[in-house]
């Protein structure tokens, strides 16, 4: 166990030598300092000193990764606080809020772009983006009726107008600075005013559910560690891969997915523990009446590993992001008047948001159609008496297992160009497997309402009437 442990502690210390050191050791090392600091010296201390406490702590992190760029991230929050002051509670604000953080982001993306995953400025600041337009939001809600307002807006407005040094402790905040997770400023300001803890006024009992967060992190880090090498982006390109058949390429998709996606997974489970060290992640008492610490969770680890849908995937996977974009964009669509249409348009942000590669539209058009065709199936099955039975029959455990298969495949498929980003690399690797994906889901659209019309019986003329 002691060489194995040792041989896992070597391939992860060389897996950060050779990816970005400065951020390998700011969210794995840095953050939980800082979160022990603030417990022991600045829980107490009035709402300015903690302010400037999350602002300093949080300029030094990204001044230690991207240097004078943090003049990027400075420029956007001081111009987030001006739009706030100047304009008011308008639409006029949301708008050139929105207008503003989005082109800054695009700019951005335009002058710092390669072929290759960079770590530069524009990584947090696509986080802190969000983080600003989320905060005009928010205050816009503030000055609305409260019976116009959902139960999720009433949440998060703002009925008071944040101060710039509040608005900077927000922003820079250590422990979502860099790959999130997204919050709210009311959240903030209840870790704050000390309400973020289930000893309200004293520091949260947070630190073993810190602890099991950050271990979980580890393990998910020392797979991706040692497998990433032997399942990278890069092979997809080489002569090698594409003299592999069929079948060799399509498991090779379904390991290298798995095995890639836990980078992001590391990342969300370490700075999520960060969060509910300072206090952040606390989020309540359960039905049980047990405290929960997961209002900063960014990844649902088992749900992911065990759903055999698609949006299983999706809901367990940067869940504060998706939360983000469902309550600011999805749900603000809703006078379209057409989920289709919102969802299609809030996928279409998505991918901008991302960055302006092809890859990430192929992705998220992709995931559209999956998605839809997912929920086909699912709906189909459900309203077949037959098909019902046999998914609730003993031969379940078979079921599961082809089901996941092709989850698994076909969640790989639209991560190719996610990961390869430009159209000759990721229509390189599309040809030599012969578009499977588009052919199986386009088939799988049409094929599926003749199967319902098999499946599901016909209601009669009463059951319609009663309908």
């Known amino acids: 166990v002691h060489f194995y442990c040792k041989s896992v502690l070597n391939e992860i210390l060389n897996f950060a030598s050779h990816h970005e050191p400065n951020l390998f050791l700011s969210v794995f090392s840095v953050g939980y300092p800082f979160a022990l600091v603030y417990r022991w010296f600045f829980f107490h201390q009035s709402a300015t000193v903690v302010h400037l406490f999350h602002t300093f ?17 400075f420029l956007c929050i001081v111009i987030q606080f001006l739009l ?17 953080q989005m082109i800054y982001l695009l700019m951005g993306y335009y002058f710092t772009a390669t072929d290759e995953y960079d770590i530069k400025w524009t990584m947090p600041h696509c986080v802190l983006t969000l983080k600003l337009i989320g905060l005009a939001l ?18 998060s407005a703002l009925n008071s107008t944040p101060s710039l040094l509040e608005v900077f402790g927000f922003s820079y905040f250590y422990g979502g600075f860099l790959v999130g997770p997204q919050f709210t400023l009311q959240n903030y300001q209840h870790l704050v005013s000390r309400e973020m803890s289930d000893v309200p006024g004293q520091p949260p009992n947070s630190v073993v559910p810190a602890m099991k967060r950050f271990g979980l992190g580890l393990i998910t880090l020392s797979v991706f560690a040692i497998g990433g090498p032997h399942y990278s982006d890069s092979y997809y390109l080489t002569d090698e891969f594409e003299a592999h058949p069929f079948w060799y390429k399509c498991v090779y998709m379904l390991v290298w997915m798995k095995i890639n996606l836990y980078k992001y997974i590391s990342c969300w489970l370490i700075t999520e523990g960060v969060c509910i060290l300072s206090g952040l992640g606390y989020n309540g008492k359960n039905e ?180």
């Open 138 to 155: 928010d205050y816009y809600d503030g000055g609305k009726e409260q019976v116009s307002l959902s139960a999720e807006q009433k949440k």
């Open 288 to 467: 049980k009446g047990e405290h929960q610490w997961d209002a900063c969770a960014n990844v649902r680890l088992w749900l992911f590993e065990t759903t055999p849908f698609f949006t299983g995937t999706i809901n367990s996977f940067n869940i504060n992001t998706n939360a983000w974009v469902a309550r600011h964009v999805f749900k603000r669509l809703k006078f379209l008047g057409n989920k289709l249409l919102s969802q299609m348009f809030t996928l279409l942000f998505l991918a901008i948001w991302h960055g302006l590669h092809s890859g990430y539209l192929i992705c998220f058009s992709l995931e559209f159609i999956i998605v839809n065709v997912e929920r086909q199936a699912e709906s189909m099955v459900r309203d077949s008496p037959l098909l019902t039975s046999i998914a609730q029959s003993h031969l379940y455990p078979v079921v599961y297992v082809v089901q996941q298969l092709i989850h698994w495949l076909f969640m790989g498929y639209p991560l190719v160009p996610f990961s390869l980003f430009t159209y000759d690399k990721w229509l390189k690797v599309y040809s030599s497997i012969y578009f499977c994906g588009h052919i199986f889901f386009f088939i799988a659209f049409l094929v599926l309402p003749y199967l319902r019309k098999v499946f599901v019986p016909r209601k009669r003329g009463s059951e319609k009437k009663e309908d």
């Open 57 to 73: 702590s949080g300029l030094a992190l990204a001044t230690f990764n991207f240097g004078s760029q943090v003049c990027h991230s």
């Open 84 to 100: 706030l002051r100047l304009m008011g509670r308008t639409v006029t604000c949301v708008l050139s809020s929105f207008s503003f």
